[in-house]
């Protein structure tokens, strides 16, 4: 090593708290992207930002054009200008600070939008997802800059307020500004540890395709016992409409949707047998009721997770719920949500589902669907030589060798940046465990994690630094 790493980890360490702090003041502004919550929380997040990234000597913050609503900021900070600074690789850090709604206030422990310490874990929404993250590449730059006078390589930061929704704009921006993002590797700090305090590197991550559905039969709700029996239901018709996608199990039922679901290779099977994982414990973390039962047991839960599509019902409406008298109503609603695996073709999985959908239609009842979204899974090879380099930081950062995991959740613009960068690798890392609750009530970071994944990305840094010619594109022309 070159890079003296020791007095940027004292320095990490030193100011632990007081990025922790930085930490609940982003909490504290209800930064929520969705459709419906006001923007100006939005605006207020990306210029505490820029103030706070700002104040670091050398480090420069450009808002892009094109974002939306949400603000994108590209942040960089360059190292020393020296012969020994020549032909070094670039990084790409991203993070977001939009956030989820949160959802039943009345079931959190602590204020949704305030940052409470609470034992080892500091409560709030965004405080794992994704706001954590933001924090986190600027201790990076603080802790290099304040203990060495700059950073030791180029440095590049995206930060956006629109991945809760989608990455609406994200694609526009990857295509106006590809040169000023253009790096030797990503860094994605927006996925979970497998357990609290294993690191874990995310290499395979599920794609999405989700949609709202809309039954109606009548302009008006009616008496239903004046109108009950001769007139159909469309809440009860739409409850039968969405059973014929999946059996009790949860199975995907239509043979055009099945023949879509990729074989799983072998050597993934041998990989998730050694994957660390206890059935009850699992469990636990979900909260799962006693008596409720698993529908897979040990690796096959992984395998589920990670490999196999999943039908979400993530909501559904008719009437007015408990303010609802006795009535035959003239429509339901619900948003509907499949998770696919990786190599499974999002565009035709979605054309199999809708046409199915709409053969299955209870005769007569009007179908409405809107808001239709589709995103590619993800999966990296790991013979890329920086996988080497992040799994020694990690180890390094958390005293304990990392896993190689998959996720079931989405992250649809990684695929588009790599590209976009000419096929650089990314490096997903995480700042979530299984008790965080990311888009739950009580969202939570682990603190101690935080620390050791500051660590881990210092120490990444530095090694990255000492790679001069080896990854860089400029040095491979």
């Avoid at 959802?103 to 204020?111: A, G, K, Q």
């Avoid at 039969?217 to 809440?235: K, Q, V």
């Avoid at 199915?356 to 669907?369: D, E, F, Q, T």
């Avoid at 080497?388 to 990392?402: C, D, M, R, V």
Wanted: include cysteine; charge should be negative; aromatic fraction near 6%.
């Amino acid at each position: 090593m070159t890079t003296p790493l020791e007095p940027v980890l004292r320095h990490a360490i030193a100011e632990n708290p007081r990025y922790l702090e930085k930490l609940c003041d982003l909490i504290k502004i209800p930064s929520i992207s969705f459709s419906g919550f006001p923007p100006e929380p939005l605006t207020e997040a990306a210029k505490t930002i820029e103030i706070l990234f700002s104040s670091l000597p050398g480090v420069n913050v450009k808002t892009l054009d094109g974002a939306g609503p949400a603000p994108a900021l590209l942040i960089t900070a360059q190292p020393q200008d020296t012969p020994e600074t020549k032909n070094l690789p670039t990084l790409l850090f991203y993070a977001h600070y939009d956030v989820q709604p949160p959802m039943r206030e009345n079931l959190w422990n602590t204020p949704p939008f305030e940052g409470v310490i609470k034992g080892p874990r500091l409560y709030g929404r965004g405080a794992a997802d994704d706001k954590a993250g933001v924090i986190l590449h600027y201790a990076l730059l603080k802790s290099y800059i304040e203990s060495l006078g700059s950073v030791p390589l180029p440095i590049k930061i995206l930060l956006e307020g629109e991945e809760e929704i989608g990455s609406p704009h994200l694609d526009e921006l990857i295509s106006r500004y590809s040169e000023e993002l253009k790096a030797d590797c990503v860094v994605i700090a927006d996925c979970t540890n497998h357990q609290t305090g294993l690191p874990s590197l995310t290499t395979s991550l599920r794609g999405l395709v989700s949609f709202d559905l809309k039954l109606e039969s009548m302009t008006a709700p009616l008496h239903s016992g004046m109108w009950g029996g001769p007139l159909p239901d469309p809440a009860l018709a739409l409850c039968q409409l969405i059973s014929t996608l999946a059996d009790t199990e949860g199975n995907l039922i239509p043979p055009s949707l099945v023949s879509l679901i990729p074989p799983l290779d072998e050597s993934i099977l041998s990989e998730l047998k050694r994957i660390p994982h206890d059935d009850e414990e699992f469990c636990k973390q979900a909260g799962l009721l006693t008596g409720v039962p698993l529908r897979y047991q040990g690796f096959e839960i992984l395998k589920a997770l990670w490999w196999q599509p999943a039908l979400v019902v993530s909501a559904f409406e008719a009437g007015m719920g408990k303010k609802t008298g006795n009535v035959l109503l003239p429509s339901a609603w619900c948003r509907l949500g499949l998770r696919i695996p990786p190599k499974m073709d999002p565009d035709k999985t979605c054309e199999a589902l809708l046409e199915h959908l709409r053969k299955c239609v209870p005769a007569g009842l009007h179908l409405s669907i809107e808001n239709i979204h589709t995103a590619p899974g993800w999966e990296t090879p790991i013979k890329h030589p920086i996988f080497e380099l992040i799994t020694e930081a990690l180890q390094k950062g958390y005293n304990q060798s990392p896993l190689y995991i998959g996720c079931g959740g989405s992250i649809p613009f990684v695929n588009k940046l790599c590209t976009a960068l000419g096929g650089v690798p990314a490096l997903l890392t995480g700042l979530e465990d299984p008790e965080t609750l990311a888009h739950s009530e009580n969202e939570s970071l682990f603190i101690p994690d935080f620390l050791k994944a500051l660590k881990s990305q210092i120490i990444f840094t530095g090694f990255m630094a000492d790679q001069k010619g080896i990854f860089s594109q400029s040095a491979s022309k």
